[in-house]
């Protein structure tokens, strides 16, 4: 009977080391499970935090963005804004202008007839004056008529060579004045230096300082000047070119005698 219960202890004894072997079997095998569903757990851990940082970059980022564009958008907004300043201002100026250009239409209705008038006393007076480069002067005047009708010429072109001739016109009247020329006389052409004192006396002398000759303001007509002025009337053109010194002269003046 003992011996059958030592068998029996004996059996239970070795069921129980197989028991405990058998668990530490399966401990043995837990522990490496636990430890890679760990390790899975932490990799898992770190992709989701590597999404979370990666968004708030990505959301710091469009934060950027969104106020670099409400910056831009209230810079344009004052430039706008200037521009517009700038555009009212040019259509301001654009209507003064636009004014002003109808008013200088209506003004050159009267200024063309006034230059045509201006052509016109113009040629009647050098026709009426003494003929000093008379041939020339005319043809200034023609060259005006003809600037009057060539469309491609401005009008304050226009009015620009008329004055220009007028002052050319006073510039004859001043000053002593010689220039070499014809003289047509007794039907012959004589080539003289003219000599004219302003418009008071007009005279010419020929080459050979031999023969003098006066224009005659009443007759409209050259004369002989008489032998006692060739040498003041030779000493007179080389004081207009300068040849000589400034200095008294005597020669007869038609206006002169004509004024009294």
């Known amino acids: 009977m003992t011996k059958v219960i030592n068998k029996s202890k004996v059996a239970a004894a070795i069921i129980g080391l197989f028991a405990i072997a058998g668990s530490a079997t399966v401990a043995a095998q837990s522990v490496p499970e636990l430890q890679s569903e760990g390790q899975r757990t932490t990799a898992a851990d770190v992709r989701s935090q590597a999404k979370i940082d990666s968004l708030y970059e990505q959301g710091q980022e469009l934060l950027f963005q969104y106020r670099g564009v409400i910056d831009e958008y209230e810079n344009l907004k004052v430039y706008n804004d200037h521009v517009q300043r700038l555009v009212d201002d040019q259509n301001a ?3 003064s202008l636009q ?3 109808d008013g200088i239409e209506g003004t050159k209705q009267g200024v063309v007839p006034l230059m045509y008038k201006m052509i016109d006393s113009l040629e009647q007076f050098i026709e009426l004056d003494i003929p000093i480069h008379k041939e020339r002067r005319l043809e200034r005047v023609a060259g005006l ?3 009057m009708e060539e469309a491609n010429i ?4 226009r ?3 008329i004055i220009e001739t007028y002052q050319a016109e006073m ?3 001043a000053g002593l004045i010689a220039y070499e020329g014809k003289l047509q006389f007794q039907g012959e052409q004589i080539s003289v230096d003219f000599f004219h004192l302003g418009r008071v006396a007009l005279m010419a002398q020929s080459l050979d300082l031999k023969n003098g000759w006066i224009y005659n303001n ?3 007509e050259w004369e002989a000047l008489g032998d006692e002025y060739l040498s003041s009337l030779t000493k007179a053109i080389r004081m207009a070119r300068k040849q ?3 200095d008294l002269i005597r020669l007869p003046i038609y206006a002169a005698e004509r004024a009294q």
């Open 159 to 161: 009015f620009r060579q």
């Open 244 to 246: 000589t010194a400034p």
């Open 154 to 157: 401005t009008d304050s072109e």
């Open 145 to 147: 008529r003809d600037i």
């Open 218 to 220: 009443e007759t409209n």
């Open 99 to 101: 004014r002003q250009i």
């Open 171 to 173: 510039d004859y009247g």
């Open 93 to 95: 100026s654009l209507a």
